[in-house]
């Protein structure tokens, strides 16, 4: 059984950080490329950050980019998005998801292009 688990959300004050975890299991984790996306309340699910299968190529949407990285483990099966700086703004629920094609990544880093999705992390940011 295919299972993409995100965790590490919570409640945190402007400017702080948080990471979030996705584990993975029931497919080839190295295979795949690793992408988080948010959606935050009364609006579309939107594309936050991408990792190539071998995690050499990363992409960060304009918005987060300079607060967020990502990253995975692939011995670990798991996938990583350390937020910091984080605003108001950035409060969602927040997805991982798994594309079969582990590169290139940004020029598929639409919703469409990923098969696997998990359950979502709520983030919080309160001003």
């Known amino acids: 059984e295919v299972q993409l688990q995100a965790s590490g959300g919570g409640s945190v004050q402007s400017g702080g950080s948080l990471r979030l975890s996705c584990a993975a299991s029931g497919f080839a984790f190295g295979d795949y490329a690793i992408g988080w996306f948010r959606q935050a309340p009364g609006k579309e699910r939107e594309g936050v950050s991408c990792i190539s299968n071998r995690g050499d190529n990363t992409f960060h949407e304009p918005e987060v980019r300079h607060r967020f990285t990502i990253s995975r483990d692939n011995a670990k099966n798991t996938a990583y998005l350390q937020m910091n700086s984080l605003k108001p703004e950035d409060t969602a629920v927040y997805y991982c998801?798994?594309?079969?094609?582990?590169?290139?990544?940004?020029?598929?880093?639409?919703?469409?292009?990923?098969?696997?999705w998990g359950q979502g992390t709520l983030v919080t940011v309160s001003s």
């Open positions: 998801a798994a594309d079969p094609v582990g590169s290139p990544i940004v020029a598929r880093r639409g919703l469409a292009e990923y098969d696997f």
